[in-house]
């Protein structure tokens, strides 16, 4: 089967996953949350005491995070990204407070990235796949054959990701996604930004059935240009 990537890219909150895997089931594609290994990371090093400043070069987190991976199961459906290490698929650990906190920074380190990024190109290999994160479109999937990027209001975002957090009050929830923002929009390396061939959609006033029905147009065209042989 030859390889077929959607990526939808944008900011916190924005409506990724959401959008993704409503998708995802709509065109029957496997879903690949980028998200799901950064946070994999981020609480693997949170739970062994970990910082990335603790290793003594590149190389040394290179090879620790690759070794990491390499123990780890993926498995993509068309519902979400399995997370499954040490015989535990992993999902309430990846939401917690010290992760939330963590992984902007953990995901802004250049070897951390490119190590996950080597991870993922590999992962989707001969699959019809949407991927969703924060540089798909721009880094990792380059080529892929259409690239969304959501966008949608500040408070907007912070309140659907309120809705998804636990004993947190709301003005934490906005604090903690300004900061994403500001961190993933102004890291030095793969900084959130739309590609330049990127379709943007706006989701503040659309409902996810209104977005992902725009969607399936755009891939239902993606598709036909592919088999027509389009550029």
């Known amino acids: 089967m030859e390889t077929f990537v959607i990526t939808i890219d944008g900011p916190a909150g924005a409506g990724k996953t959401t959008v993704a895997r409503a998708l ?6 496997v879903l690949l949350e980028s998200g799901a290994l950064y946070r994999f990371i981020t609480w693997l090093l949170w739970k062994r005491g970990i910082e990335i400043q603790d290793f003594a070069s590149k190389e040394e987190l290179r090879n620790y995070l690759k070794s990491l991976l390499s123990k780890l199961e993926v498995r993509l459906t068309s519902f979400g990204t399995k997370v499954i290490f040490e015989g535990k698929e992993l999902s309430e650990e990846l939401r917690r407070k010290e992760v939330e906190d963590r992984v902007s920074h953990v995901s802004a380190e250049i070897t951390v990235r490119d190590v996950v990024n080597e991870y993922l190109r590999v992962l989707v290999e001969g699959k019809k796949v949407i991927t969703e994160g924060r540089d798909m479109g ?11 990027f959501l966008t949608a209001d500040l408070e907007v975002r912070a309140k659907r990701r309120f809705q998804d957090t636990k004993d947190r009050d709301f003005k934490g929830v906005l604090k903690n996604i300004h900061q994403r923002d500001v961190l993933d929009s102004q890291r030095q390396y793969a900084p959130l930004r739309k590609a330049e061939d990127a379709i943007e959609i706006d989701t503040t006033n ?3 059935e209104e977005v992902v029905e725009q969607i399936v147009c755009l891939v239902e065209r993606a598709m036909r240009w592919e088999e027509e042989g389009k550029p």
């Open 206 to 208: 659309h409902s996810v």
């Open 24 to 29: 995802a089931q709509r065109i029957n594609f």
């Open 138 to 148: 721009t880094v990792v999937f380059p080529s892929a054959k259409l690239k969304i």
